[in-house]
């Protein structure tokens, strides 16, 4: 079966930092680009980080750029999310989501397998 | 960055009938938009991708259409399944942004 499994979530206080893990099976991970979102309680979905699939490559929100990094270890078929400098605002349900791609006349490409989330607070 | 707009926020239906929500972007992005659905306390989840292609497994009540800046997502005839919020997404480039969720209810 094709899942991704994310864990790493808790209570963290402001200005703390935690790792994010996401486990991925039933798939190669290697070829597939990822990336993390996140969705604060009540909200909609908010783009965080990006990483390609040889980990060469990454993106940060303007939001997070500076407190956290994304990495991937294709031997262990697994990607991070390290975040520090934790704020109130910070806090979400954060999904991992693997980037699918199409190929036809253009290359078109969506988030296809998402993990079940990992809640991460922060408070004091 | 591409801002991502949806309308409504939330919309009030019945089963069976026929809804449509829109998504425009701030510049053209073709065809590269992505709709998902998602419950609550659950992943989002893809039902179409490239604008109007059905991603596999997903029923053909769901359809999209629209190239450039404006796009809609169009359920022929509503399931109680359905009732959920619809997000759009861009994936033109990066952040891949999505819009800000639509709350579709039952009457």
Same mark, same amino acid.
């Given at each position: 079966? &094709?899942?991704?499994?994310?864990?790493?979530?808790?209570?963290?206080?402001?200005?703390?930092?935690?790792?994010?893990?996401?486990?991925?099976?039933?798939?190669?991970?290697?070829?597939?680009?990822?990336?993390?979102?996140?969705?604060?309680?009540?909200?909609?979905?908010?783009?965080?980080?990006?990483?390609?699939?040889?980990?060469?490559? @990454?993106?940060?929100?303007?939001?997070?750029?500076?407190?956290? @990094?994304?990495?991937?270890?294709?031997?262990?078929?697994?990607?991070?999310?390290?975040?520090?400098?934790?704020?109130?605002?910070?806090?979400? &349900?954060?999904?991992?989501?693997?980037?699918?791609?199409?190929?036809?006349?253009?290359?078109?490409?969506?988030?296809?397998?998402?993990?079940?989330?990992?809640? &991460?607070?922060?408070?004091? | 960055?591409?801002?991502?707009?949806?309308?409504?926020?939330?919309?009030? $239906?019945?089963?069976?009938?026929?809804?449509?929500?829109?998504?425009?972007?701030?510049?053209?992005?073709?065809?590269?938009?992505?709709?998902?659905?998602?419950?609550?306390?659950?992943?989002?989840?893809?039902?179409?991708? $490239?604008?109007?292609?059905?991603?596999?497994?997903?029923?053909?009540? +769901?359809?999209?259409?629209?190239?450039?800046?404006? +796009?809609?997502?169009?359920?022929?005839?509503?399931?109680?399944?359905? +009732?959920?919020?619809?997000?759009?997404?861009?994936?033109?480039?990066?952040?891949?942004? +999505?819009?800000?969720?639509?709350?579709?209810?039952?009457?």
């Amino acid at each position: 079966e &094709v899942q991704l499994v994310e864990s790493g979530g808790g209570l963290v206080q402001p200005g703390g930092s935690l790792r994010l893990s996401c486990a991925a099976s039933g798939f190669t991970f290697s070829s597939y680009a990822m990336h993390w979102v996140r969705q604060a309680p009540g909200k909609g979905l908010e783009y965080v980080s990006a990483i390609s699939s040889n980990g060469g490559s @990454t993106y940060y929100a303007n939001s997070v750029k500076g407190r956290f @990094t994304i990495s991937r270890d294709n031997s262990k078929n697994t990607l991070y999310l390290q975040m520090g400098s934790l704020r109130a605002e910070d806090m979400a &349900v954060y999904y991992c989501a693997r980037d699918a791609l199409w190929f036809g006349e253009l290359l078109f490409t969506a988030f296809d397998i998402w993990g079940q989330g990992t809640m &991460v607070t922060v408070s004091s | 960055d591409i801002q991502m707009t949806q309308s409504p926020s939330s919309l009030s $239906a019945s089963v069976g009938d026929r809804v449509t929500i829109t998504c425009r972007a701030s510049q053209s992005i073709s065809s590269y938009l992505n709709w998902y659905q998602q419950k609550p306390g659950k992943a989002p989840k893809l039902l179409i991708y $490239a604008a109007s292609s059905l991603q596999s497994g997903v029923p053909s009540r +769901f359809s999209g259409s629209g190239s450039g800046t404006d +796009f809609t997502l169009t359920i022929s005839s509503l399931q109680p399944e359905d +009732f959920a919020t619809y997000y759009c997404q861009q994936s033109y480039s990066t952040p891949r942004s +999505f819009g800000q969720g639509t709350k579709l209810e039952i009457k």
